[in-house]
């Protein structure tokens, strides 16, 4: 533990300038000490200072159309009941979550109570509006896999609607492949509307194996006679190709859905540029953990040991494009265990959140349980 | 350090400083409009951004050199504004400091990502939402002369610390890139860092009106 940071050295840190270690030491001691961490937010507006010293210019009066947009939209989606990344968390396979545990225990919770709906970014908009299709590309995936999951949301969606789309969005990614991609997808295609009509109907499916195509031709082509193979072989893949097919669907949708006929010859791009999200997307505590790298590990505290302190920490983070906890606000829990939480959470890595190809923030809840055995 | 009498107010009764005397309208405060816009009002959340995009968007080109990129980082800082309303603590944070420093946080990571680099390496995480209170401009003409006195302060200063300082804060560079920017020692940089701060800083509280800050 350093000493208290002086008023130097947090104008430095509040500047930036600070290099590793010392910028290390000094974070490491603003999480245990208060004092020191308001002086650090009083730095970060001295530091603002040189901000201010810019010439003056005006933003084109269209940014605040644009902000006022997607608030609109934003507070729409507020009283929606959906939580449409439950889509994928379905997808994502978790890893084992339980690890043998050492008293006392810390142990993550998966899923937070979700009682707070507020920091849906606007991606989730155009997620939400996309969950129709992608719910139905869950149902089916869970059928062929004979896998029992229950997920009311995706059942009440409706196949007419989801066909068309669905089948645009294989397009879409068809086009976006190589030759050999594409022309594989197209094979595959055709493979499934003879012998089984019921899985080639889904398009994600073809999607899936177009997405297989571009980075493993050789295993789509062997399996051309038996679609429902190649749907399988390319779901284990999905986790690590580039554009998760539900989520990269969703996001092409979401656009399209205002001018609900999208054929699948309409441009495809435009609408994937417009879909991007810009802010955090909103993931549940379970997807989250189902991307870390390794479980959070937080130690506990001494003195909340002997205090007998238990409780639980709920911290809300956003996960950076590379999948570090980049900004994190304990929402609650005893000031003896935030600390040790706050600290183990900095740690944590995750894989990053890909949507359409991109690697985007990610806005979750950690909740973290400290108990005495 | 004189600049901490002006920012914690001993100067309270005394009168404004001779700076150019705006008859404003009487306003809704910040609070009254934080307030509101965490009851989802967006006509309050309009006004906010009708009151700091003019703050805001300068740091913003200053630090992205295009209209265009500085632009959409505005446009996500103002929205995750609104979806932060909720964690905002009106009576403990001072909302143009939380613009400021989050703006700056926002496009910094993507000027570095521009730049190919990790932005990671370089951000620091910090309580966004607690910023204290003193760093409070709540009409548009004060935040005016506050930037133009600033703006004063900043050219007055010898050039290689303006340069020094600029560097760091617009461009993010760190100890080690400053050395090798400015050709100074550590000690050097990190002296021209903060005699440059220091400036601003009461430029700051002499700008201000006094126990206002």
């Known amino acids: 533990m350093v000493e208290h940071v002086n008023l130097e050295e947090s104008e430095l840190y509040a500047l930036g300038v600070l290099d590793g270690d010392a910028r290390h030491a000094v974070e490491e001691h603003l999480r245990a000490c208060e004092p020191c ?36 939209a934003a507070h729409a989606e507020h009283w929606v009941e959906t939580k449409p990344v439950q889509i994928a968390e379905l997808r994502v396979q978790p890893e084992p979550e339980k690890q043998p545990e050492p008293e006392p225990v810390v142990q993550p919770v998966q899923e937070a109570p979700d009682r707070r709906v507020l920091w849906l970014a606007v991606a989730l908009t155009v997620l939400l509006a996309a969950g129709a299709s992608a719910g139905l590309w869950v149902t089916h995936r869970s059928h062929q896999k004979q896998a029992a999951i229950a997920e009311p949301q995706t059942q009440e969606t409706q196949p007419v609607a989801a066909a068309p789309a669905t089948a645009a969005a294989a397009n879409a990614a068809a086009s976006g492949q190589t030759n050999t991609g594409q022309t594989n997808a197209g094979q595959a295609n055709k493979g499934t509307t003879g012998p089984n009509r019921a899985a080639a109907a889904t398009a994600p499916a ?37 554009p998760p097919p539900s989520l990269a669907m969703g996001a092409d949708l979401g656009a399209g859905s205002a001018a609900m006929p ?25 997807v989250a953990a189902a991307r870390l790298l390794a479980p959070i590990q937080a130690t506990y505290p001494d003195i909340a040991r002997q205090s ?66 | 350090m004189a600049a901490a009498d002006y920012v914690f107010g001993a100067l309270e009764f005394e009168p404004r400083p ?141 050039e290689e610390d303006r340069q020094t300082v600029e560097l760091a804060y617009f461009e993010g560079l760190t100890e080690a890139e400053l050395k090798w920017r400015t050709g100074g020692s550590r000690e050097v940089v990190n002296a021209r860092l903060l005699k440059a701060l220091k400036s601003l800083i009461e430029t700051y509280g002499r700008t201000r009106q006094p126990g206002r800050i």
Request: hydrophobic share 45%.
């Open chain 2, 18 to 158: 001779a700076t150019p005397v705006v008859v404003e309208e009487p306003q809704v405060s910040n609070v009254a409009l934080l307030e509101r816009m965490k009851a989802g009002d967006q006509a309050a959340f309009g006004a906010l951004y009708d009151r700091y995009s003019a703050m805001v968007y300068p740091m913003l080109l200053g630090v992205l050199k295009e209209p265009q990129a500085a632009e959409e980082v505005l446009r996500d800082l103002f929205v995750q504004l609104w979806h932060s309303a909720a964690d905002f603590d009106v009576s403990r944070g001072s909302l143009p400091a939380w613009l400021m420093v989050m703006g700056r946080t926002l496009a910094i990571a993507r000027l570095r990502m521009a730049q190919g680099h990790d932005p990671e390496d370089e951000l620091q995480t910090y309580p966004a939402h607690a910023m204290p209170s003193p760093f409070d401009m709540e009409n548009e003409a004060q935040t005016r002369t506050v930037m133009l006195a600033l703006r004063g302060a900043m050219a007055e200063l010898p």
């Open chain 1, 37 to 72: 961490a308001h002086h650090i937010a009083l730095a970060h507006q001295m530091v603002s200072l040189v901000g201010l010293t810019s010439a003056p210019a005006r933003p084109s009066p269209s940014v605040r159309d644009k902000v006022m947009r997607r608030v609109r």
């Open chain 1, 308 to 373: 007998h302190i238990q409780g639980t920490v709920v911290v809300d983070v956003i996960i950076s494009t590379t999948g570090r906890v980049r900004y994190s606000h304990v929402v609650s829990g005893p000031a003896l265990l935030t600390g040790a939480a706050l600290s183990a959470i900095q740690r944590a890595r995750y894989r990053p959140f890909i949507v359409n190809g991109a690697a985007v923030e990610a806005e979750t809840t950690i909740t973290l349980n400290f108990t005495l055995n």
């Open chain 1, 262 to 286: 999208a054929l699948p010859g309409s441009s495809a791009e435009p609408r994937v540029q417009e879909a991007a999200p810009t802010g955090p997307i909103r993931v549940a505590g379970g």
């Open chain 1, 206 to 242: 073809a999607e899936a194996a177009a997405t297989a195509a571009a980075s493993e031709p050789e295993t789509l082509t062997s399996a051309l006679d038996t679609p429902q193979r190649i749907v399988r072989s390319a779901a284990p893949k999905n986790d690590a190709a580039p």
